[in-house]
């Protein structure tokens, strides 16, 4: 999945007129003019859709999906819009531009990375689905695999409500760059008993917070292979907060992800075409098969 655009905020985001985009009505006009404004359905549209609204007696976005002028992923993601989630505008440098869903969610990446979500919340069937477990695997897939770990965690608290983030890649810390956070304290500090406080920095998307690597000692990066994060992370207890772990691995590592994600409810793997061993990926997968881990897919970056 390559990213090709960065941020591409429609005009009326823009700063000078109230800064994020915040909809407040839930009537159809708005869930329509919402459509428009950020890409997903032309003007030319929308009396075509309240036509056949009006004569089936549905939802104006039941009625777009029906017609298959949108998805069900859209469709959700505009009525997360229409309930009060705020884009951020062009040009916030609260966050790189690289993480795209904060800014344009008619993006074709937001869209692939909405897609990701929906195959790991298929998967994940069993979980809570206000609190689940999951996370995003890069077998040798660099940068490309923290940007949609980045994306896909925006996604997620814009769509499912309030999210935390959590960068296990001790080695290559690249989340706290993406959320412009600084990363004093992190799950090193955490893991090592070291935190007063939970190390939990809020971004700037609404609902979102980050746990960043921290700064990790071989000690505290021994202590991942230790035992499941979800055990871990059941004991920061946070309720009502799904969490989205991003963990990394190289060429040459031997990493038992099984035992460290054992509980959680769905994975998703990433990988680069030409660099990431089919070898490694086989024996990955099996790992997590062999710990009952639902394997939601394989992205290609």
Do not use: C
């Not at 985001?13 to 915040?22: C, I, Q, V």
């Amino acid at each position: 999945m390559r990213l090709r655009s960065t941020a591409g905020a429609p005009a009326h985001m823009m700063p000078g007129g109230g800064g994020a985009l915040r909809p407040r009505g839930r009537d159809h006009q708005s869930f329509a003019k919402l459509a428009v404004d950020n890409g997903f359905l032309a003007e030319s549209d929308v009396n075509r859709v309240d036509a056949h609204a009006r004569s089936q007696g549905l939802p104006f976005h039941e009625a777009a999906v029906d017609l298959g002028l949108l998805d069900d992923d859209a469709a959700g993601l505009l009525a997360a819009l229409q309930g009060g989630f705020a884009l951020l505008p062009d040009g916030d440098e609260r966050i790189d531009p690289l993480v795209v869903a904060a800014f344009d969610p008619a993006s074709p990446y937001a869209a692939k990375v909405r897609t990701v979500r929906a195959k790991m919340r298929a998967a994940a069937k069993s979980g809570d689905p206000s609190s689940l477990r999951l996370a995003v695997l890069s077998i040798d897939a660099g940068d490309e695999a923290a940007i949609m770990a980045a994306n896909l965690a925006v996604v997620l608290a814009q769509m499912d409500g309030p999210t935390m983030l959590i960068d296990v890649d001790m080695g290559t810390p690249r989340l706290d760059r993406l959320f412009r956070v600084a990363n004093k304290a992190g799950l090193a500090e955490q893991l090592m008993g070291s935190a007063a406080l939970l190390p939990a920095a809020r971004t700037a998307i609404d609902g979102l917070w980050l746990m960043t690597a921290g700064r990790a000692s071989g000690s505290a990066t021994s202590l991942i292979t230790r035992g499941p994060l979800a055990e871990t992370a059941n004991g920061w207890g946070l309720r009502d907060t799904s969490m989205l772990f991003y963990l990394a691995e190289r060429k040459g590592e031997q990493t038992p992800f099984g035992s460290i994600l054992a509980g959680f409810d769905a994975a998703v793997i990433v990988a680069r075409r030409g660099d990431t061993a089919i070898a490694d990926m086989r024996r990955i997968i099996d790992d997590l098969d062999r710990q009952g881990v639902p394997i939601a897919g394989t992205v290609i970056a």
